[in-house]
């Protein structure tokens, strides 16, 4: 009975994290302990749809009293070297000892990165709509898995609701998912949190109800002079001013004498009730979202699209200038600008831009009499020579010549293209706009006539890429054909390039590659996957009252431990890509004959389906690029390598011998297989047989398998129900490029997402735990100081 009691005063205890806080010297260095919040229960690590019943004997054990071995024990915790590990158990402590949470976290999580997962309610949309996110904290410094967005050049694709700069929370920015959280430091990565995002369920967008409030009738020279007097800023400073320039120019009031609208709140409801009109320009819409169409024709044919569309900004421009107002409280702010339907929110972010970047310098009755200042013009005159020069443009010192010469001529934003006066203007709403922005600046001014060719890039299509002169490919960030190839190439402003050419293409011609969406076998994240994020990765396990050393190991890539591994031949003689293969797809394909126009007739960019061929050990191995699988920047850590908890299991292999992985885990509904012949190491003190239905479709049996223990045991045949199907593979792509290109193409291929984590920054043991946390079962290592050292050489 004593007993009984004495178990669940600990649960209490450990329920109320007091256990945390009397050790909070070295949790504040350690970072934020990880707890399953319903005390004892074992939530499943990887997948939300198994049965809540599901429990397994991998699972930590409960202590069954309070007197355990090492409970209790008086343990200095610094006892061991503080520098990184380099042994399991440190020197001077046993595998039988047991670790209380504090000495654990000191050992274990100190620099692990922890990641958590958020949800959030989309405004005026249903319950079963929702974004989700992830956020990651515990490691050392200022280091993430995001690229720089002035050095990725990507900064003109996010643009933050309240306040100036960058966005700290990927919530925080009009456009979703967020670019300011996209790209990831590594070509062709994305981060986490994109990752997560990606399984939103956001609802398309629905037209407003008419309000039936018209704004007033208002002349083009009567809008630019309200435009120039903004320009200085609202003048909130004098109610019956700012009273006056509202509902005698552009509103009307219809309470003007009774309870005249002179407060900010009902100023704010009266601008949004007028843009809430039907017949206002709907920027949700893509085809919408290159604002500067309608105006970059200012002759008189287009005049009614002129006017309208510089209206609806002015309306636009009051509105924001009020809700942002020092009169209007920061909660009140906040809350505002999250129910604001999205249609008003493109509204918005158009406004800022054009405040931001956009100056009146000449004020006329006509279009062709409107002369504008674009402040933004000479840094994007410098970004776009950068851009050419870093993607070896086969024409770069024509196109360059030309370049200058426009910008002496003043001629960059209306005599090239639309496109191109949005690039230079600065007017570009945020989101996936802005890479065919810059690229298509660079093809207009370009005066190659060839690139007549490249004329019908758009986003609307984003999967694409072209040729250009034989020279180069050039692929964007969001295809998989640049994916995959990015390892080789630079990416930047949303581009992979210069990539190697292909003999499929003409010397200047588009191809939009067809991409399926992944087998729903394979893995994709649940919203429950996202809430459970942090006991799912927890660097401890699962909580408990102690924590045996015996329980972790310090994992290493198999090159550091395996005598046979020839790393310096791995480097550079296994793996070489052959050639980039483009085939013309189906053009009676059921989903992509009608929308994408690949039909026989069509004289626009055709669709191809992509494949690379490699030469591996003297064989020539083709890959397609199948799917549109994504590729996770894995989160730095700090004071690494950490130990790895023995649930999280995983499987190493070298890049060499991926191409004889089929089916992993199970993805296709088929016996988890694995390698024809041996060169596979087992995670976690265990080893588990591997069924293997190789190259030919069979089973294989004696193959031999290396533990991680160092001992030689015999793969045999195995249900599903004896494998894990969420262990992880970890292909070690080490050396030359072209082994990352593999690992990237045969993840396309079979329809695998990867976390790609550059050893030198992320430990094994925490690349591992972040694909658990992303609900991805494959792992690719590279090692980028290997690579600088072998350059010196």
């Known amino acids: 009975?004593?007993?009984?009691?004495?178990?669940?005063?600990?649960?209490?205890?450990?329920?109320?994290?007091?256990?945390?806080?009397?050790?909070?010297?070295?949790?504040?260095?350690?970072?934020?302990?990880?707890?399953?919040?319903?005390?004892?229960?074992?939530?499943?690590?990887?997948?939300?749809?198994?049965?809540?019943?599901?429990?397994?004997?991998?699972?930590?054990?409960?202590?069954?009293?309070?007197?355990?071995?090492?409970?209790?024990?008086?343990?200095?915790?610094?006892?061991?070297?503080?520098?990184?590990?380099?042994?399991?158990?440190?020197?001077?402590?046993?595998?039988?000892?047991?670790?209380?949470?504090?000495?654990?976290?000191?050992?274990?999580?100190?620099?692990?990165?922890?990641?958590?997962?958020?949800?959030?309610?989309?405004?005026?949309?249903?319950?079963?709509?929702?974004?989700?996110?992830?956020?990651?904290?515990?490691?050392?410094?200022?280091?993430?898995?995001?690229?720089?967005?002035?050095?990725?050049m990507t900064q003109l694709m996010t643009l933050r609701k309240e306040g100036s700069g960058y966005a700290n929370y990927p919530w925080e920015t009009f456009e979703q998912p967020s670019y300011a959280f996209c790209f990831g430091k590594r070509a062709g990565t994305i981060t986490l949190n994109h990752w997560v995002s990606l399984a939103s369920v956001i609802p398309p967008s629905i037209p407003l109800r008419d309000s039936g409030v018209a704004p007033r009738e208002i002349t083009l020279d009567r809008i630019f002079e309200r435009l120039q007097e903004l320009e200085r800023g609202l003048e909130d400073d004098d109610e019956d001013l700012m009273y006056k320039n509202l509902y005698?120019?552009?509103?009307?009031?219809?309470?003007?004498?009774?309870?005249?609208?002179?407060?900010?709140?009902?100023?704010?409801?009266?601008?949004?009730?007028?843009?809430?009109?039907?017949?206002?320009?709907?920027?949700?819409?893509?085809?919408?979202?290159?604002?500067?169409?309608?105006?970059?024709?200012?002759?008189?044919?287009?005049?009614?699209?002129?006017?309208?569309?510089?209206?609806?900004?002015?309306?636009?421009?009051?509105?924001?200038?009020?809700?942002?107002?020092?009169?209007?409280?920061?909660?009140?702010?906040?809350?505002?600008?999250?129910?604001?339907?999205?249609?008003?929110?493109?509204?918005?972010?158009?406004?800022?831009?054009?405040?931001?970047?956009?100056?009146?310098?000449?004020?006329?009755?006509?279009?062709?009499?409107?002369?504008?200042?674009f402040k933004l013009q000479k840094r994007q005159v410098r970004m776009l020579k950068r851009f050419i020069q870093m993607m070896k443009w086969p024409n770069l010192s024509e196109t360059i010549a030309c370049l200058k010469q426009h910008e002496a001529q003043g001629t960059l934003t209306g005599h090239i293209s639309s496109h191109a006066m949005a690039f230079f203007s600065g007017l570009i709403l945020p989101g996936t706009t802005f890479p065919f922005l810059i690229m298509n600046s660079l093809v207009d001014i370009d005066p190659d006539r060839a690139t007549d060719d490249l004329a019908l890039l758009t986003h609307i299509h984003p999967h694409c890429g072209f040729q250009y002169r034989g020279s180069y490919t050039y692929w964007t960030a969001a295809s998989i054909v640049g994916k995959v190839l990015a390892p080789t190439c630079l990416s930047i402003g949303g581009w992979v390039g210069p990539a190697r050419p292909t003999v499929h293409l003409d010397r200047a011609q588009i191809a939009r590659i067809r991409q399926r969406k992944p087998p729903a076998r394979s893995q994709t994240v649940t919203p429950d996957d996202v809430k459970t994020m942090n006991d799912r990765s927890d660097p401890l396990g699962p909580p408990a009252e102690v924590y045996p050393v015996k329980e972790y190991e310090l994992v290493a890539p198999k090159m550091d431990e395996d005598e046979d591994y020839d790393y310096d031949g791995y480097l550079t003689d296994l793996v070489r890509i052959e050639m980039l293969h483009l085939r013309p797809s189906n053009a009676n394909d059921s989903k992509h004959s009608i929308t994408s126009g690949a039909t026989s007739s069509d004289n626009g960019p055709k669709w191809f389906d992509a494949s690379i061929h490699f030469a591996i050990d003297g064989n020539s191995w083709p890959l397609r690029l199948t799917f549109d699988v994504n590729f996770v920047h894995a989160w730095p850590c700090s004071d690494g390598p950490h130990p790895l908890f023995f649930d999280y299991v995983y499987e190493s292999v070298r890049a060499d011998k991926l191409v004889h992985v089929r089916d992993w885990n199970g993805v296709y509904g088929g016996i988890n297989s694995s390698l024809d012949g041996s060169g596979m190491i087992h995670g976690g003190p265990k080893s588990f047989g591997l069924g293997s239905n190789g190259l030919g479709g069979g089973s294989k049996k004696g193959s031999n398998i290396m533990s991680a223990g160092g001992r030689t045991t015999t793969a045999t045949d195995h249900t599903g129900q004896d494998q894990d199907n969420e262990r992880v593979l970890v292909v070690e792509a080490f050396g030359v490029p072209d082994n990352e290109v593999l690992a990237r193409a045969w993840c396309a291929h079979w329809g695998l997402s990867a976390v790609v984590a550059d050893i030198s920054k992320t430990?094994?043991?925490?690349?591992?735990?972040?694909?658990?946390?992303?609900?991805?079962?494959?792992?690719?290592?590279?090692?980028?100081?290997?690579?600088?050292?072998?350059?010196?050489?």
Not at 335 to 340: E, F, M, T
Request: glycine residues 4%.
């Open 763 to 793: 430990c094994m043991a925490c690349a591992i735990r972040e694909a658990y946390a992303a609900a991805l079962t494959v792992v690719i290592l590279v090692d980028d100081e290997q690579k600088v050292e072998n350059k010196d050489e």
């Open 1 to 152: 009975m004593a007993e009984s009691k004495r178990k669940s005063l600990w649960n209490l205890i450990r329920a109320k994290s007091t256990a945390i806080r009397n050790f909070k010297d070295v949790t504040k260095e350690a970072g934020h302990r990880r707890t399953a919040s319903d005390g004892d229960a074992v939530l499943p690590r990887r997948r939300s749809d198994l049965p809540t019943e599901f429990t397994s004997d991998r699972r930590r054990p409960r202590r069954p009293g309070a007197n355990g071995k090492g409970k209790g024990r008086d343990y200095e915790i610094h006892r061991h070297d503080p520098g990184p590990l380099t042994d399991w158990p440190p020197s001077g402590m046993s595998s039988e000892e047991e670790l209380s949470l504090a000495q654990a976290m000191q050992l274990i999580s100190r620099g692990a990165p922890a990641f958590r997962g958020h949800r959030r309610p989309i405004p005026h949309a249903p319950d079963h709509c929702y974004t989700l996110y992830a956020t990651v904290a515990g490691n050392h410094g200022d280091d993430t898995d995001a690229a720089n967005l002035h050095d990725a």
């Open 248 to 373: 005698r120019r552009l509103l009307r009031d219809p309470d003007k004498y009774l309870s005249p609208h002179k407060t900010l709140d009902k100023q704010i409801t009266d601008l949004i009730m007028v843009l809430s009109r039907p017949d206002w320009i709907d920027f949700t819409l893509p085809k919408n979202q290159v604002a500067t169409k309608f105006i970059y024709d200012n002759s008189l044919a287009n005049a009614p699209t002129y006017h309208k569309f510089f209206h609806q900004l002015l309306l636009s421009v009051e509105l924001d200038l009020r809700i942002n107002s020092g009169l209007h409280l920061a909660e009140a702010k906040e809350k505002l600008v999250a129910q604001i339907p999205p249609s008003i929110q493109w509204n918005l972010a158009l406004a800022r831009r054009w405040r931001e970047n956009i100056r009146v310098d000449r004020i006329g009755e006509q279009p062709d009499q409107i002369r504008l200042r």
